[in-house]
């Protein structure tokens, strides 16, 4: 089952992506920044990839990923200013999100205050909920998509650039190709195996509450 969804996941990005270009990008980026689970860390890479084929310029591949993250981010601002704290915890669980991640992003957005949306869009997890309190909080659209852009275009350039770098590598040094190969299959298992446990324990933590 889990290898199912895997294999899904996999070809839609990819399929998005190459098939929609710098908009696929976009599209993919604004679902992870509505907190839709769809990882930058899988969308990016990938189109850093087919900037090194030549299908992509990495600075528009990375300015692309940042509009949309704009774009979805406007989600969960309106969910956060129209609805608030019950309405996420009412219907993120469908999409695996519950009160520790709304928790996290609300206190960091406290501490920060407006400036937090900048800083969150570096960091793995609060990047993809901090729109939610600055809805609550009802910030400035201006700053708020300003500081979200400035925030999310240096985050999408360092994963393209991750995955730009190593499809250079991929087809210009054998040894890579070579050790991959060898590696196929535990890399295979270990993937499935993180992608079961998050899923279990996200479900075992939404249940728990």
């Given at each position: 089952?889990v ?5 899904i ?14 908009l ?8 992870e ?8 860390e ?43 704290r ?23 957005f ?12 570096l960091?793995?997890v ?17 700053p ?13 350039f360092g ?5 730009m ?12 190709k ?5 590696a ?19 479900v ?6």
């Amino acid at each position: 089952m889990v290898e199912k969804i895997l294999g899904i996941l996999a070809t839609f990005t990819i399929w998005v992506i190459s098939s929609g270009g710098y908009l696929g990008i976009a599209v993919l980026m604004a679902i992870e920044s509505a907190c839709i689970p769809l990882p930058s860390e899988i969308i990016m890479p990938f189109a850093g990839y087919l900037v090194s084929t030549g299908r992509f310029d990495l600075y528009l591949a990375a300015t692309a990923g940042a509009i949309g993250c704009n774009l979805g981010s406007i989600v969960a601002y309106e969910v956060g200013k129209h609805g608030g704290r019950p309405l996420a915890l009412r219907w993120g669980k469908y999409v695996l999100i519950g009160p520790g991640e709304i928790d996290a992003a609300d206190r960091f957005f406290a501490r920060y205050g407006s400036i937090a949306v900048l800083i969150g869009r570096l960091l793995p997890v609060i990047r993809s909920f901090i729109a939610f309190p600055a809805g609550v909080a009802r910030m400035k659209l201006v700053p708020f998509h300003v500081y979200t852009f400035i925030g999310s275009w240096p985050w999408c350039f360092g994963l393209a650039w991750v995955g730009m770098t190593l499809g250079e590598k991929w087809d210009s040094d054998p040894r890579m190709k070579a050790a991959f190969h060898s590696a196929d299959a535990l890399i295979g298992v270990v993937l499935v195996g993180l992608v079961a446990f998050y899923i279990w324990h996200r479900v075992r933590g939404l249940k728990q509450r």
